[in-house]
């Protein structure tokens, strides 16, 4: 599986903007899509995913304010960010997931490059 994100940008607080993520190769395997993010100094964190079949899970942070969406067919996951804020400002990055059919069983991930979302103050 290979990704492709894009959409990153500069904005000042309160703006608006819009990630992209499109996977290739072996998609069949994924059933979970997701953005992490990592700031300066900090861990990658999750911000926001989708599983096939569940309701999207977001951060704390980011809840109603970042909307993350999925179209299968066009095998792209999207993030609406919305009143952004400077502590959004981060490296964010694109994740697919072959969650494990069993408890304990194996997870693969892939991940795409990461895409800088700067916010001002």
């Known amino acids: 599986v290979q990704l492709q994100a894009s959409g990153g940008g500069s904005v000042q607080t309160g703006g608006s903007l819009r990630l992209f993520c499109a996977a290739s190769g072996s998609v069949f395997v994924i059933n979970s899509m997701a953005w992490y993010r990592q700031a300066p100094g900090k861990e990658r964190e999750l911000v926001a995913e989708t599983i096939s079949g569940l309701r999207p899970n977001y951060a704390p942070s980011v809840k109603d304010r970042f909307t993350i969406s999925r179209d299968v067919a066009k095998n792209t996951v999207y993030l609406q960010m919305n009143r952004l804020k400077p502590e959004d400002t981060a490296v964010y990055y694109c994740?697919?997931?072959?969650?494990?059919?069993?408890?304990?069983?194996?997870?693969?991930?892939?991940w795409g490059q990461g895409t800088q979302v700067t916010v001002s103050s």
């Open positions: 994740n697919a997931a072959d969650l494990p059919d069993y408890a304990g069983g194996p997870r693969y991930d892939y």
